[in-house]
């Protein structure tokens, strides 16, 4: 019988795990290891984009991708990950329980937003975080004009400054004159617990953050924080009340709730702690990536962040790494010393920079067609070409945007 690779999550984690570690099968000329991915939807969902409008674009399906490359796609939800068995259970496709063993797991299952019980009301509040709640906010906008003219209508609360609210805030203001009219007037508001604008992102970077909100008109209210929502608006933790049919919810991430099932380390975010080669540790059998990883990116102390950037080299070199460790080859450690940013700015452009101290590189129209060339290209899935997906899939390849 087969060995199985079993990885779950169809993210960019998951799905260049799946590319990777068939990658390193194929160069030993290995047949008699399968690679399985398990998740509800062999799609890979473009979540850096969800901000944007015609959001039901941003979905790449990864079926003839696999097929091409020799990974089995298994349709179902993971439940419950048994350690000691090696076993997954999921539910399938029809609403049964089922399960799949495995010798070697990978798990990619990515994060969410938060939505914290203690704010009253959170669930009036729309997000980016998926693709069915992103659709739901384009529909929500494009129906406002529905509405009566009022201040309310015509106002949008974001709930955060980080790197999402940013985009979602700055994206917004085309996206309401779209559907309003380009004479409507609008107001976007950024709701953010920093003592400054952009502080999030540090204070390199902030000057660009400044100058493009205030282009588009998105108002900053910081050192606040959202205390409650309605389906009228927001109330801060001061007691300031806004008044906004549109609420979005960009505040707090954490890993998916299947790492607590794997005995181990794992940090504020709920990742789980792993070796240079992205090996749970503590568990021989088990790796971790994308979101689900608290993976160390060089030996400054610095680590992966959740996003798109981190997950492709994570995502190849654990799968490079789990079939190693099947095969008994060496790993290749991962390793991710640049590190950039790409801060889309709606109208007024984008910035991008490089270093952990995002040190600005490009501005306004430069940086846009850098952030349009990674939005459309270079994160989306490689062609489903058995020769080109595997060499895609090179570990060794850097990661830059």
């Not at 993210?11 to 590319?19: D, E, H, K, V, Y």
């Not at 990974?71 to 997954?88: C, E, H, L, R, S």
């Not at 384009?138 to 009022?150: G, R």
């Not at 490079?320 to 080859?329: E, H, K, P, R």
């Amino acid at each position: 019988m087969n060995k199985q690779i079993l990885i779950v999550g169809a993210g960019f984690g998951g799905m260049w795990s799946a590319l990777s570690s068939s990658r390193l099968l194929d160069m030993h000329g290995r047949n008699d290891v399968d690679v399985s991915v398990l998740a509800p939807e062999a799609v890979l969902g473009v979540r850096p984009r969800y901000y944007e409008q015609e959001v039901h674009q941003m979905q790449s399906p990864l079926g003839p991708l696999f097929d091409a490359v020799g990974v089995n796609f298994i349709k179902g939800m993971a439940q419950t990950i048994d350690v000691a068995g090696k076993k997954v259970s999921y539910t399938d496709a029809h609403g049964a329980t089922a399960s799949i063993n495995y010798d070697k797991l990978v798990l990619a299952t990515g994060s969410r937003v938060v939505r914290p019980v203690s704010v009253p009301g959170v669930e009036h509040a729309f997000d980016v975080d998926l693709l069915a709640e992103a659709t739901r906010l384009e529909q929500h906008i494009k129906a406002l004009a529905q509405q009566p003219e009022s201040a309310m209508r015509n106002t949008v609360v974001v709930a955060g400054g980080g790197f999402t609210g940013i985009e979602t805030a700055t994206e917004m203001p085309a996206r309401l004159r779209a559907a309003l009219g380009s004479d409507a007037a609008i107001k976007v508001i950024i709701v953010d617990r920093g003592e400054k604008v952009g502080a999030a992102l540090g204070q390199n970077i902030s000057p660009s953050i400044i100058e493009a909100t205030d282009a588009l008109g998105v108002e900053w209210v910081v050192n606040a924080s959202v205390a409650a929502v309605d389906a009228n608006g927001v109330t801060l933790a001061d007691g300031r009340r806004i008044d906004a049919s549109t609420v979005v919810w960009t505040v707090g991430v954490r890993a998916s709730s299947l790492t607590e099932q794997i005995p181990g380390k794992r940090d504020a975010y709920g990742r789980l702690h792993v070796d240079r080669n992205l090996k749970v540790i503590g568990q021989n059998d088990i790796f971790a990536t994308g979101d689900t990883a608290y993976a160390a990116t060089d030996d400054e102390g610095h680590y992966a962040l959740m996003t798109c950037q981190h997950a492709i080299a994570l995502g190849r070199s654990a799968g490079n790494n789990v079939a190693a460790d099947l095969l008994g080859q060496a790993p290749i450690p991962y390793s991710q010393a640049k590190y950039v940013t790409c801060l889309d700015l709606g109208a007024w452009g984008a910035v991008y920079t490089e270093g952990w101290d995002r040190q600005v590189k490009l501005i306004k129209e430069e940086a846009k067609q850098l952030k349009q060339q990674i939005n459309s290209v270079w994160i989306y899935p490689p062609v489903a070409d058995r020769a080109a997906a595997l060499a895609a899939a090179d570990p060794m390849i850097p990661v830059v945007a």
